[in-house]
């Protein structure tokens, strides 16, 4: 069946370093992947997408680019602030209409 | 435009008392789905309306209903609590489908606890 997996947390990183989050999903046909951020007390909020193959989405400083030949959205950083502690969920939507999400990484940045 | 909006933001019931939750969606916006999040399931898929209609239904008992109202709000039911339904519910609107690249906007949850 359809499936996210990401890569478990907790993630501690320090401020300014790379950040790298797996995620790799199962699905049928040509899904369309997101990511997700959540900050403490708030619902999700759409960090980036992509809707086919190679396509890469960015936003503030993140990227992930859609690799179909790995079934993987790795989410990455060059430069993390202490601001971008949150949980971050790798999401998938099928033609199905039904959305699929990863059990999600806590990131903490220290400063 | 206003986000969407889920209310109440907090519910403290007792086993086998029943809930209401109730969404609106950003103006426009025709599917509304719903989220279960729990630290140890993660974030559940409940089910989707579209026009009124359920369109898509996770794997949750019968006790879990929704619907959907011709202005696209949408209430989802819990009857029968259980203390295992304690979590924070999700709701989520977007423009046409919420499969495809449609992206979903995330109300700020209800967390319900029950005791």
């Known amino acids: 069946g359809n499936s996210v997996t990401q890569m478990e947390g907790p993630v501690t990183l320090s401020e300014e370093a790379f950040l790298t989050i797996n995620c790799t999903y199962t699905a049928t046909g040509y899904p369309s992947l997101f990511w997700y951020v959540q900050y403490p007390g708030e619902g999700l909020q759409l960090l980036l997408k992509?809707?086919?193959?190679?396509d890469k989405g960015s936003n503030k400083g993140f990227e992930a680019t859609y690799r179909k030949e790995t079934t993987s959205f790795h989410l990455e950083k060059g430069s993390v602030q202490v601001s971008d502690s949150a949980v971050y969920f790798c999401?998938?939507?099928?033609?199905?209409?039904?959305?699929?999400f990863g059990d999600g990484t806590t990131l903490t940045v220290k400063p | 435009k206003a986000g969407v909006t889920q209310t109440p933001r907090y519910l403290i019931k007792t086993r086998g008392q029943q809930v209401t939750l109730s969404c609106s969606p950003i103006?426009?916006?025709?599917?509304v789905s719903w989220y279960q999040q729990t630290p140890g399931q993660g974030l559940q898929f409940l089910f989707e309306?579209?026009?009124?209609?359920?369109?898509n239904k996770g794997n949750f008992p019968g006790r879990f209903s929704g619907r959907q109202f011709s202005n696209s709000r949408s209430e989802m039911n819990v009857s029968t609590l259980e203390l295992g339904d304690s979590a924070l519910y999700l709701c989520a609107s977007s423009l046409e489908q919420a499969g495809g690249s449609d992206t979903q906007y995330f109300g700020p949850g209800t967390r319900l606890t029950v005791l």
């Open positions: 103006s426009g916006h025709r599917s």
């Open positions: 309306y579209f026009s009124e209609t359920q369109r």
């Open positions: 999401a998938f939507n099928t033609n199905a209409g039904k959305s699929t």
């Open positions: 992509a809707t086919k193959a190679d």
